[in-house]
C-alpha cells in the first residue's frame, strides 16, 4: 500500500511566478491536510479537504493561496505571485476518516528565488 | 488559545543512555496526543496516539505515556538510529482535524 505521494519533491520558482504542490492521499483515504514548515519553526496548518469540498481554510493566507481535491485526480496547493516568505516546505497529509491519525507525504520543498 | 510545548529542544545522548522527553498542552478537552518522528528532510513518521490518560503504547526502544497535562516519549537504550526530531500534536476541539504541532525536540544519540 503506497504511502502519500507528493510531487514535485523540490520546487524552484521566481519572484512573481506560480507554484502548484500536488498530494496524492494514500489509498482508501479520503481526507487531505496541508501544512507549511517554515525554516526553524514547527508544522502549522494550512487547509482541510475532502473530495471537492474545502472543510476548513482557517490557516491558509487569504490573498494568492488556493487549494482543491477534485473528484479525479490529486490535491492540488496552488501558491499564485509568489514572494520569498513563501519558501518552505508543505506537507500533505492525509486520514480514512477526520478525527484519526494523519499519515504525511514526504514533503515539497519550495525555494523561491 | 490552544497550544503545545515540547521540552527540551534538543538533547544530546550517548548511545544506550535512556531518557525522556516531554510534551505538554493546553487544549480545552483533548481529543488524543499524536507523536511523529521527523528525519531530516522527510516528513514526519506516526509513531503513536494516546486518548485518555494513563494510556502507554510501546514501540521497540519507544514508550509513550499520558497524562491530562502533558506525555512524555521515554527512550529506553537508545541507537544512533533513533536520531531524529520528535513530534507531539494535538487535534484542536473545534476541529479536530486540525493539529497543532509543538515545536519538536531533536534527539542525537552518540555511538
Known amino acids: 500500500n503506497a504511502g502519500v505521494m507528493q510531487n514535485p519533491r523540490h520546487l524552484v520558482r521566481r519572484r512573481g511566478q506560480e507554484a502548484r504542490l500536488r498530494c496524492s492521499p494514500m489509498k482508501g483515504h479520503s481526507h487531505v491536510y496541508w501544512y507549511r514548515q517554515l525554516p526553524e519553526e514547527g508544522l502549522k496548518f494550512m487547509v482541510y479537504l475532502q473530495k471537492e469540498n474545502i472543510i476548513d481554510e482557517s490557516g491558509m493566507p487569504k490573498e494568492r493561496f488556493s487549494a482543491e481535491f477534485p473528484k479525479e485526480g490529486p490535491s492540488i496547493l496552488r501558491i499564485q505571485q509568489v514572494v520569498r516568505g513563501d519558501s518552505a516546505a508543505y506537507f500533505c497529509?492525509?486520514?480514512?476518516?477526520?478525527?484519526?491519525?494523519?499519515?504525511f507525504g514526504p514533503g515539497t520543498r519550495l525555494t523561491v528565488l | 488559545e490552544d497550544q503545545v510545548t515540547q521540552s527540551p529542544e534538543a538533547l544530546r545522548l550517548q548511545e544506550g543512555e535512556s531518557s525522556s522527553l516531554n510534551c505538554s498542552y493546553t487544549v480545552s478537552g483533548l481529543r488524543g496526543l499524536f507523536w511523529y518522528r521527523q528525519d531530516p528532510g522527510k516528513g514526519p513518521e506516526f509513531l503513536f496516539t494516546?486518548?485518555?490518560a494513563g494510556e502507554e503504547k510501546e514501540k521497540e526502544r519507544l514508550k509513550a505515556t499520558l497524562t491530562k497535562k502533558e506525555s512524555f516519549l521515554h527512550i529506553t537504550a537508545p541507537k544512533p538510529e533513533d536520531s531524529a526530531t520528535y513530534l507531539c500534536a494535538v487535534p484542536l476541539i473545534q476541529g479536530a482535524q486540525k493539529l497543532v504541532f509543538g515545536q519538536g525536540t531533536r534527539l542525537t544519540i552518540n555511538p
Open positions: 494516546l486518548y485518555s
Open positions: 497529509a492525509s486520514s480514512p476518516t477526520g478525527g484519526q491519525e494523519q499519515f
